[in-house]
């Protein structure tokens, strides 16, 4: 399985920015993205079901990041569109996935997830 993840870059306060990750290998039953700031630890963004029916987010980006799917024939893209960011979002995005049939809200726990990619960077100037 591989997981791909781009899109980070700089973006000012208040901005937008559309992350992708490409995933192929195997079929998951959920994708998520997790991301993580200098001397924090890993957090839950949000996480999609693989038929992309059901989301669930954490409470600091409701709202405001919204979390998709597309299935082709051998890859998935996993995107997350991410509208009024804020200093406090800067972070290395990591998107995620598993094979577990887990509740999807149970699914901020990112010790569920059997795949990472490698992390994109978002810095958000103020």
């Known amino acids: 399985v591989q997981l791909q993840a781009f899109g980070g870059g700089l973006v000012q306060a208040g901005g937008s920015r559309r992350l992708s990750c490409r995933a192929s290998?195997?079929?998951?039953?959920?994708m998520g993205w997790f991301r993580q700031a200098p001397g924090k630890e890993r957090e839950f963004v949000a996480t999609i079901s693989w038929s992309g029916s059901r989301t669930v987010y954490a409470n600091s980006v409701k709202d405001r990041f919204t979390i998709s799917i597309a299935n082709a024939k051998n890859t998935v893209t996993v995107d997350l569109q991410m509208n009024s960011l804020k200093p406090e979002d800067a972070a290395v995005y990591y998107c995620a996935g598993s094979e577990r049939s887990s509740t999807l809200r149970d699914m901020d726990d990112m010790s569920l997830y059997e795949y990472w990619g490698q992390g994109t960077l978002v810095t958000v100037s103020s």
């Open positions: 290998g195997r079929s998951m039953h959920v």
